[in-house]
Nanobody
Framework: QVQLVESGGGLVPAGGSLRLSCAAS????????MGWFRQAPGKEREFVAA????????YYADSVKGRFTASRDNAKNTVYLQMNSLKPEDTAVYFC?????????????????WGQGTQVTVSS
């Protein structure tokens, strides 16, 4: 079992930055590829970013490409999502997720473990 806890969300003005963290316990994250997803009120959960188990590969949704960066520190059992140039449409609850196949996945159904989410609100 892997327990994931996100942190770092908050309220920021448009154009601002936030860094989300996802800390794992229970098992080492080094054997899991990780994903970030978000869900806005009344909308389905959508893929944001993914990072391979080693951190060598990343993949981003078109809507965040060039603004968001996923990274990981396997020694700290933590993954990060650096979010820059935030827009009001980035407002959502952000979730991290782990999947054991190591390869990058964008389908949330392929993820095995989920955190509880952290709220990100971007004001206009």
């Amino acid at each position: 079992q892997v327990q994931l806890v996100e942190s770092g969300g908050g309220l920021v003005p448009a154009g601002g930055s936030l860094r989300l963290s996802c800390a794992a316990s229970g098992r080492t994250l080094s054997t899991y590829a990780m994903g970030w997803f978000r869900q806005a009120p009344g909308k389905e959960r959508e893929f944001v970013a993914a990072i391979s188990w080693s951190g060598a590969s990343t993949y981003y949704a078109d809507s965040v490409k060039g603004r968001f960066t996923a990274s990981r520190d396997n020694a700290k059992n933590t993954v990060y999502l650096q979010m820059n140039s935030l827009k009001p449409e980035d407002t959502a609850v952000y979730f991290c997720a782990a999947q054991s196949k190591r390869a990058i996945e964008i389908d949330p159904l392929r993820y095995d473990y989920w955190g509880q989410g952290t709220q990100v609100t971007v004001s206009s």
